[in-house]
């Protein structure tokens, strides 16, 4: 982050959000099937929350960059918002997504906790939804990120961030879990589920086929 030109850098909250789906092709569909429909009968809508790591702004093709192939994220920004105006609040760290996972997940700026990270104590996204009858999950990188708030969530997973950058197919073991607990029953309730990818932080290794 901390290479990022001033411009970047200050649209990098709004690239989390429209740059998402590193490798969820397989998993978008589900949200139109039974799991899609149990919530559609319940009167909520399933929330399905997407975050990159370290991805440019620009670095989709639905935002205007004619080099970039990216058909998925494309179809979502079509079809959903992007936030083309969005602004990094500021650090108490080095690694910028260290606060701005934290205050995503608490609805707070970082000026309004001490330490490193948020309280889980204080009204949060996992705890909030699941009052409101929500099933959550989690799965992602360990790094820089929420740790005391995400343990709040029904199911918490964590990635080996190194591991899962070099094994050549980043994101599957994050999409391939979320399918599988998709396919489960879970009461009608319908899910909040946050999947926050390790990629495509450095390093980045393609697999060999």
């Known amino acids: 982050m901390d290479r990022m030109n001033p411009r970047v850098r ?7 959000f429209r740059a998402a789906l590193v490798a969820a092709a397989g998993l978008v569909p589900w949200l139109a099937g039974t799991a899609g429909a149990a919530a559609a009968e319940a009167g909520r809508p399933n929330v399905l929350f997407l ?6 702004a620009d670095a989709i093709g639905a935002m205007g960059n004619p080099a970039i192939k990216t058909p998925v994220m494309d179809s979502l920004a079509r079809r959903g918002l992007a936030f ?10 080095p690694a910028v997504c260290t606060p701005s996972r934290n205050m995503i997940m608490s609805g707070r700026a970082y000026f309004r906790w001490q330490g490193l990270y948020a309280s889980p104590d204080q009204p949060n996204f996992p705890v909030t939804l699941e009052n409101a009858g929500y099933v959550t999950y989690h799965y992602g990188k360990k790094g820089n990120t929420a740790i005391l708030i995400q343990e709040k969530f029904n199911t918490n997973k964590y990635l080996q961030d190194d591991a899962d950058r070099e094994d050549g197919e980043p994101g599957k073991a994050i999409v391939d879990d979320a399918i599988a607990f998709l396919k489960e029953k879970h009461g009608g309730r319908p899910f909040f589920m946050y999947l926050a990818f390790s990629n495509p932080h450095d390093p980045r290794v393609a697999a060999q086929k």
Request: hydrophobic letters at 40%; aromatic letters at 8%; a positive charge.
């Open 51 to 56: 975050l990159t790591d370290d991805q440019r």
């Open 10 to 16: 200050r649209q990098w909250a709004g690239a989390a």
């Open 84 to 93: 083309r105006n969005a602004y990094v609040l500021g650090s108490n760290v």
